[in-house]
């Protein structure tokens, strides 16, 4: 499975932009790209997935060039109620083989006034 | 809310002895992943259950062993508790045991060895 390189936290401002940006330089063709929010004491929550160019939904959008080495999750106008721990992912394997997800240690976005 | 729920969210123990966490996952999904998160660390992959069947596992010795039911509620055993076992497990979901397939977390046991 490809591993992951993050910045392990960043800091922002209330209604900024956030991008944090995932480097995943031996992603295999099949591997998707898959990004959790982590807040203290629950477990993580899925966020958005991609493969290629560009992905959007209601919280986030996923950037990811054409070489696929690196992705970058953006978080328009953040609240306080963003900080937490954002977990880039990527991985997938053969059907009946388990999805040996690895967690790195994340990125701890924190978010003030 | 996932759908996923897990019991107990807290539990001490002390070195030597026997744990059981349980799982119940979100309905319609057929796939059971465990994982262990150390404190500041990110959740490392104990074992996956796919119709009541392991279907992987990840670098844990095995005195960390598991069951999943017919209905895919699952459980975590470890036995022979040492310190490191302290930790937050996490049971996750999910409708197939791929890796792009969407992981619904519950919110934890936290298990403390003393």
């Known amino acids: 499975l490809a591993k992951t390189t993050q910045p392990i936290s960043m800091d922002s401002y209330e209604g900024q932009e956030v991008n944090i940006t995932c480097s995943h330089n031996n992603i295999a063709t099949n591997d998707y790209i898959t990004w959790y929010q982590q807040f203290p004491s629950q477990g993580p929550r899925f966020i958005i997935q991609g493969y290629k160019t560009k992905v959007t939904n209601e919280v986030a959008s996923l950037f990811i060039p054409a070489d696929r080495k690196s992705s970058t999750l953006s978080l328009p106008r953040v609240s306080l109620s963003d900080t937490a721990v954002y977990y880039c992912?990527?991985?997938?394997?053969?059907?009946?083989?388990?999805?040996?997800?690895?967690f790195g240690t994340g990125t701890r976005l924190q978010v003030t006034l | 809310e996932t759908g996923v729920t897990q019991s107990p969210t807290h539990l001490i123990k002390t070195r030597g002895q026997q744990v059981t966490l349980r799982c119940s996952s979100q309905s319609g999904h057929n796939t059971v992943s465990w994982y262990q998160q150390a404190l500041g660390q990110g959740p490392q992959f104990i074992f996956q259950y796919y119709r009541e069947e392991e279907n992987g596992r990840g670098n844990f010795p095995p005195r960390f062993s598991g069951l999943q039911f017919p209905n895919y509620s699952s459980e975590l055993n470890v036995n022979a508790l040492e310190l490191d076992d302290s930790a937050l497990y996490l049971c996750a979901s999910s409708l197939a045991p791929q890796g792009n397939e969407k992981l619904f977390f519950g919110s934890g046991t936290q298990l403390s060895v003393l």
């Open positions: 992912l990527v991985g997938d394997l053969p059907t009946g083989t388990a999805s040996k997800l690895t």
